[in-house]
C-alpha cells in the first residue's frame, strides 16, 4: 500500500537557519502531494501542495517540489522564525484531496531564538 | 473560507457508553469527510470516509459496528464510538474535502480528544 517516510524530530534550528524536512514516499499512479502544520493546541493547516511531477508548491516562505524520480517531497525553508515552531506532516492522496489522505509521522520542529 | 469544526473538542466517558462526535463544514458544501485517528506523537491514520447520503467506506482493521459514521447532509458528518473502552481513548480528527479538479484539498478540524475511563 501507500505510505509516507520523513525525518523524525525533533529537529531544532536557531532563528533564520536554514530548514529542510525530508519526506519520501510509495504510491502507484500518480498521486497528490502535501504538507499539512500543526502548531501547538491548534488542528492541521494546508501548508502547500502540488498535483504533478516537477509541480512546486510553496507558502509563507516554505517550499517543496514533487519529483517523482526520486519519490520525494522535501520542505524548505531558507530563514525559519521562532513563530515556524510546529509538527510538520507530509501527506500523499492517490486522488487528489478527494481521497483518504496517507501521512508520515509527522516532524517536531523547534526553533531557538 | 474552508472552515470545519468539531465538537466536543474533549469528551471523558465511562468505559461501556457511547460517544457522538460532529463534524461540520461551516462555510461550504462537503460532498466527502474523512474520520482519521491520531495516537500520541503519532500519525493520522485514515478511519473511513464518509460520504452524503450513503454507506462510509471503513479502511482495514476499523470495525465500522464499533465506529459508526453517519454523513446526513452536506455540512455534517458524525463519529460514534460505540461502547467505548480505554484502548480507544484517542484524539479523532474529520477533514471535508473542498474544491474541485487540482484544487481539491482537505480541511481538518480541530479534532476531538476522548478519554475512555
Known amino acids: 500500500g501507500d505510505s509516507v517516510t520523513q525525518m523524525e524530530g525533533p529537529v531544532t534550528l536557531s532563528e533564520e537557519a536554514f530548514l529542510t524536512i525530508n519526506c519520501t514516499y510509495t504510491a502507484t499512479g500518480y498521486p497528490s502531494l502535501f504538507w499539512y502544520v500543526q502548531y501547538p493546541g491548534e488542528g492541521l493547516q494546508l501548508l502547500l501542495k502540488a498535483t504533478k511531477a516537477d509541480d512546486k508548491g510553496s507558502n509563507k516562505g516554505f517550499e517543496a517540489t514533487y519529483r517523482k524520480e526520486t519519490t520525494s517531497f522535501h520542505l524548505e525553508k531558507g530563514s525559519v522564525q521562532v513563530s515556524d515552531s510546529a509538527v510538520y506532516f507530509c501527506?500523499?492522496?492517490?486522488?487528489?484531496?478527494?481521497?483518504?489522505?496517507?501521512f508520515g509521522k509527522g516532524t517536531h520542529l523547534i526553533i531557538q531564538p | 473560507g474552508a472552515v470545519v469544526s468539531q465538537h466536543p473538542s474533549r469528551v471523558i466517558c465511562k468505559s461501556g457508553t457511547s460517544v457522538k462526535i460532529e463534524c461540520r463544514s461551516l462555510d461550504f458544501q462537503a460532498t466527502t469527510m474523512f474520520w482519521y485517528r491520531q495516537f500520541p506523537k503519532q500519525s493520522l491514520m485514515l478511519m473511513a470516509t464518509s460520504n452524503e447520503g450513503s454507506k462510509a467506506t471503513y479502511e482495514q482493521g476499523v470495525e465500522k459496528d464499533k465506529f459508526l459514521i453517519n454523513h446526513a447532509s452536506l455540512t455534517l458528518s458524525t463519529l460514534t464510538v460505540t461502547s467505548a473502552h480505554p484502548e480507544d481513548s484517542s484524539f479523532y480528527i474529520c477533514s471535508a474535502s473542498y474544491g474541485s479538479g487540482s484544487h481539491r484539498s482537505q480541511f481538518f478540524g480541530p479534532g476531538t480528544r476522548l478519554t475512555v475511563l
Open positions: 501527506a500523499l492522496s492517490p486522488g487528489g484531496g478527494a481521497d483518504g489522505l496517507t
